[in-house]
């Protein structure tokens, strides 16, 4: 908000529009809760319909919240073009862009490897995944498990060979998938080993021969035992040497993770962690278990459901990223588009050349629904939606997918399916760019203002939301989204943590500006979704951080106490103590303004011109210090450094403006003798000045209190000035200058 008012008032034709996104497997996850929580009901007992429903009322309440929150931070939006990612327009142009992906051949489906949640039974995106780091052996608390499941640990056991050649022993992390082992890799230039080449293992509970396969882009032959087993649909790794040796890809889960019947009768039904306890003591009973070691680990959990992520083969729908990610590394090394800060620029150059297909579908049921439908010829059976990938049909709406059926099997009788499935949320704000200026339509506002100026955004999906945008629009819009890329550092609390409902340390930028006592945020937790453990803990935190509740800061004191914090690396630490401490300054602008405004007059009304030469040395300082002050504030702004320019504003009004000239001033003021006369005019001018300047320097980030004080101001004489602080003119140096008629 900042930039953009700073921008306005420099003459820019200045356009920032609200909205907000349907945030799918978030909403999806919240909602589910609370239908549960308060009438024991699943989605599926009152179907996809009435849980859309549902959804579009919670929507309807807590999207309200987040703008009220950006009207309360006096953000200068244009609310006229208020939208949201699935209003009629936005939900048009995500089918639009699918169809135009899909013809392009940049959208495909395939059977690959997928982040999978078995408690939400969707796909999630990488975004949703946290990295726990274990470093000993750990026992976890997992949804669905009574008792903590054991990770942090590896476990050796040994595959018989074939021939009698007796034994190959490997280690793994997650002994139950070795159910879905189809292979063993060797470092092709490893002697133990050399032997055994194309020989084979035999599965212990299944028979299944596992070929020992050479592959030295896997194989590390001085890690644990120099041999690996291979699990081709279970993990990223694998699936890759899979790909490499045309191995069997064996799924051994069902879709809540369960043991399925390729995992042999003996485990079939058992919960996967379950069954992890039940090989090892089965690999105990045939004296093929070794030993278990505390082991190093990167272990993947849901953000949403906290169940364990488990890699899975999925039908999925995908977006071929290669070309369209070139181009996206294309535009940044040409400085088409600057990232700030520089220093992200090699986050971006690392994740666009190694950049994987991005799958775009969810097994949801809130979101834009894939724009796909499967034919089923007459006499056949839908046993399994979408097993033939060529009876896909992609299309704008049923209409269109039945005249391309028809086209595609002339007189035979079908039916057609939609693909129940969602698009990912990236998806349709990966369009935003676009879509809020009215894409796929032609428009004034897209020929307007695309690509836009500046895109502002948290370090933290510079990847997930800034490279989609990127891609998408060069595909679809012919040229980047925007041309620079500010990257603001991720507010934390005060002591450096993550903000986290479940630890209670969130801060709602409503209690700050309106305070709160700590009874009304704990009750605040108590209407939240946090099951009773995490309820626990986040009472504790608001009681540790907060022990007198908030005090009342208002929204300007907010506002700057975050633009000064962004000099703090990529973290802000935020102690509200600081916020109070520009509330109060904010009370000391009040006072500085009220003094002066009683100097002035009643009846002081600012001339055309202010002659600096006669001013007394104290006048001639003031203004000199203002000019530097105003040019330190621009120069900071349009380098993006916006902590820098807070200082500046700051220093000028504290230091110079409050302790030194005013206080320097007031015997003019407090004598009534006429030799004085001249030098309290000059005193007056110039403070009008320095008001009149000051407030406007400082309007990006304290809107409220400038804008109240600056209506308060005098009006120059014959001067037509603006109805709002907001769309008068910015200060610049040339202007002071040009005011003193010389130098200053």
Same mark, same amino acid.
């Given at each position: ?104 051949? /940049? %959208?495909?489906?395939? +059977?690959? &490897? ?8 969707? =796909?999630?995106?990488? #975004? !949703? ?24 640990? /590896? %476990?050796?056991?040994? +595959?018989? &060979? ?8 490997? =280690?793994?992390?997650? #002994? !139950? ?568």
């Amino acid at each position: 908000d900042a930039m953009i008012r700073w921008r306005r008032m420099s003459g820019y034709n200045a356009l920032w529009v609200p909205g907000v996104d349907h945030a799918g497997i978030a909403t999806q996850v919240v909602v589910e809760k609370k239908l549960m929580r308060e009438r024991k009901l699943t989605r599926h007992d009152i179907g996809r319909d009435k849980f859309i429903s549902e959804v579009l009322k919670w929507k309807d309440q807590y999207g309200g919240t987040i703008l009220g929150q950006l009207r309360r931070l006096g953000a200068s939006l244009d609310w006229s073009r208020e939208c949201f990612t699935m209003d009629d327009q936005r939900s048009k142009a995500v089918t639009e862009a699918f169809v135009r992906l899909h013809k392009d051949g /940049l %959208i495909y489906r395939d +059977y690959r &490897l997928v982040n999978w949640d078995c408690t939400l039974l969707t =796909a999630i995106s990488d #975004i !949703e995944v946290d990295h726990l780091e274990l470093k000993e052996e750990t026992m976890l608390k997992v949804p669905g498990y009574s008792s903590p499941v054991q990770f942090g640990v /590896l %476990i050796s056991f040994a +595959y018989p &060979l074939e021939e009698g050649l007796g034994e190959i022993i490997v =280690a793994t992390t997650r #002994i !139950e998938t070795m159910l879905g082992d189809t292979a063993i890799a060797v470092h092709p230039e490893d002697k133990r080993y050399k032997h055994l080449h194309g020989k084979h293992a035999i599965h212990p509970f299944n028979g299944r021969k596992l070929k020992i396969i050479c592959d030295a882009v896997l194989v590390d032959p001085t890690f644990g035992t120099g041999a690996v087993k291979i699990t081709p649909a279970h993990d990223p790794n694998d699936f890759e040497v899979g790909k490499r040796h045309n191995l069997e890809f064996i799924n051994i889960f069902t879709d809540d993770g369960k043991i399925n019947s390729n995992g042999g009768a003996q485990f079939e039904g058992m919960a996967r962690f379950a069954a992890r306890v039940a090989v090892i003591d089965a690999l105990k009973e045939k004296g093929l278990y070794k030993d278990t070691k505390k082991n190093e680990m990167n272990l993947g959990i849901c953000s949403r459901s906290n169940d364990v992520v488990e890699p899975m083969i999925k039908p999925q729908w995908f977006v071929n990223c290669h070309t369209m990610a070139k181009a996206g590394l294309d535009a940044v090394r040409s400085k088409k588009i600057e990232i700030i800060p520089q220093q992200y620029e090699q986050d971006w150059y690392r994740w666009l050349e190694n950049i994987r297909d991005w799958c775009v579908s969810r097994q949801l049921w809130w979101g834009h629904r894939v724009p796909a439908w499967y034919v089923t010829l007459e006499d056949e059976q839908l046993n399994d939606l979408g097993s033939n990938n060529d009876r896909w049909i992609v299309a704008r709406n049923e209409c269109d997918a039945m005249l391309e059926a028809q086209k595609k099997y002339p007189g035979k009788k079908f039916q057609l399916n939609q693909d129940p499935d969602v698009l990912d949320t990236w998806f349709s704000s990966g369009l935003f760019p676009l879509t809020v200026l009215g894409w796929p339509d032609d428009t004034a506002d897209l020929r307007a203002f695309y690509p836009t100026s500046v895109l502002e955004t948290g370090l933290d999906i510079l990847f997930f939301w800034v490279a989609r945008m990127v891609m998408m629009g060069m595909q679809l819009g012919g040229d980047v989204p925007f041309q620079k890329v500010y990257l603001h550092p991720m507010i934390r609390d005060a002591h450096g943590r993550k903000m986290s409902k479940s630890l209670g340390n969130v801060v709602d930028p409503l209690e700050v500006i309106n305070g709160t006592t700590l009874e009304d945020l704990l009750k605040r937790l108590e209407e939240g979704n946090l099951d009773p453990n995490e309820l626990s803990v986040a009472r504790e935190g608001k009681k540790k951080d907060f022990p007198d509740g908030i005090a009342e800061c208002g929204t300007d004191a907010l506002r700057f106490a975050l633009i000064s914090y962004t000099s703090q690396s990529d973290k802000i630490n935020l102690d509200i103590k600081r916020v109070v401490g520009y509330r109060q300054w904010c009370n000391k602008l009040w006072n500085a303004i009220r003094f002066a405004m009683g100097k002035l007059g009643d009846h002081y009304a600012p001339p055309a011109t202010i002659v600096v030469s006669s001013m007394p040395p104290v006048c001639k300082w003031i203004l000199s210090v203002l000019n530097k002050a105003i040019g330190k504030t621009v120069t900071s702004l349009e380098a993006y450094k916006f902590a820098d320019a807070t200082s500046a504003i700051y220093s000028w009004w504290q230091y110079q403006l409050c302790d030194v000239f005013i206080e320097a001033v007031k015997p003019y003021f407090f004598n009534d003798s006429q030799e004085f006369d001249s030098a309290r005019a000059a005193c007056r001018d110039a403070l009008w000045v320095c008001l009149d300047n000051g407030l406007r320097l400082l309007h990006p980030f304290m809107p409220y209190v400038t804008e109240e004080l600056w209506q308060r101001l005098p009006q120059p004489k014959d001067s037509c000035r603006k109805t709002s602080i907001m769309i008068s003119e910015y200060p610049s140096v040339v202007k002071v200058i040009l005011m003193s008629n010389g130098r200053l």
